[in-house]
């Protein structure tokens, strides 16, 4: 039986071969078996088909290291950024439409600054709120532009900071926040759920998830896997784009569809947040999250809370390699947010 730990070293060790497979889009940890998890951990490769997971195998000796875990096949289809729609609504609560005069995608969580408690902003994905990732003051729209959002009425706030995209090397998150153009304009609430009283510095294995997004609704889903490096299609403008780390939650029906990027995924044990959605498989059964702990350090947050109450963060040591991990100091030095700024202006 193989733990945790032995599947993380051999994910680390091969994924960047296994990724560069075609076919292949996804090399995480999880367990061998979800119904039984006496049987361990293993590496989890997403791919189409049997054959290019195969082919990604035959590169590399899995069981040359010294250490060796099984490996998992889980067929997926490609995965792929979300953006969409839908109704306006004031104040804004989290999982609404959200987005610019073309796009749509969700208000993944209102939140304020670590500092100052009453400046609160909307925090979604940096395609979301920054498309062509440039980082202009450019307005955000409620709802946005794919749902019938208009400039001239329903701007509700500017791009204010953002987690710049890298088109080469690997990226840890799809993050940005939005200011309000006034403060009454959004609520410190998530529809249908109420207030979040905080978020969560690490999640597990196997952990049930809830979210509200603007395409799907309220779903469930599980953790699937974690310490997934993952390749992700952004179109156009960006390409295809590599991820470290990130976590892979299922559920039995769609859970992530266009207009669902940014949505935020709470704990169904105590609606803490924990993970932000940015992306999916084409069938939507598949949500592409990264923790919300690395937001909300990246961007110094706290989940913005109703008048009179204080938000929390829950911290879970995240020794065992079954935890999501929160950012090394290198790491989040590599995630310096910029500011929005006029396009021209240095």
């Not at 059964?285 to 938000?311: D, K, T």
Request: with cysteine.
């Amino acid at each position: 039986m193989a733990t945790f730990a032995a599947a993380l070293k051999m994910k680390n060790k091969h994924a960047k071969k296994w990724l560069a497979a075609k076919g292949v889009f996804g090399v995480g940890v999880g367990y061998k078996d979800p119904k039984n998890r006496k049987k361990g951990a293993a590496v989890i490769i997403y791919t189409e088909s049997l054959a290019a997971a195969k082919s990604a195998l035959s590169t590399v000796a899995v069981h040359s290291t010294g250490t060796s875990a099984p490996v998992r096949i889980v067929r997926s289809k490609p995965f792929r950024t979300n953006a969409s729609y839908k109704r306006r609504i004031r104040p804004v609560p989290a999982g609404y439409s959200i987005g610019t005069s073309e796009y749509s995608g969700s208000l993944g969580l209102i939140v304020a600054d670590a500092n100052q408690p009453g400046v609160t902003y909307m925090l979604s994905n940096n395609h979301v709120l920054n498309p062509d990732n440039e980082g202009g003051l450019i307005p955000t729209l409620q709802p946005g532009g794919a749902d019938g959002g208009k400039a001239s009425s329903d701007r509700i706030g500017t791009l204010y900071r953002y987690v710049k995209l890298r088109k080469s090397g690997q990226n840890l998150m799809d993050a940005a926040i939005s200011a309000p153009r006034l403060s009454n304009l959004v609520t410190p609430r998530y529809a249908t759920v109420g207030a979040v009283p905080g978020y969560v510095t690490s999640y597990k294995v196997g952990e049930q998830m809830k979210k509200v997004g603007r395409t799907t609704g309220l779903v469930s889903g599980k953790v699937e896997s974690i310490h997934t490096d993952v390749k992700v299609e952004y179109g156009e403008n960006l390409g295809v784009l590599s991820f470290r780390n990130q976590s892979v939650i299922r559920g039995s029906k769609p859970v992530s569809l266009p207009g669902d990027s940014g949505s935020v995924w709470l704990r169904s044990s105590d609606n803490y947040a924990a993970a932000v959605n940015f992306a999916g498989s084409q069938d939507g059964r598949i949500s592409l999250a990264f923790p919300v702990e690395r937001a909300m350090r990246a961007l110094n947050l706290q989940v913005a809370q109703p008048s009179g109450s204080s938000s929390s963060v829950k911290r879970r040591s995240a020794s065992s390699c079954s935890c999501t991990r929160p950012l090394t100091a290198k790491e989040l030095s590599r995630c310096k947010p910029r500011t929005a700024k006029r396009r021209g202006q240095r």
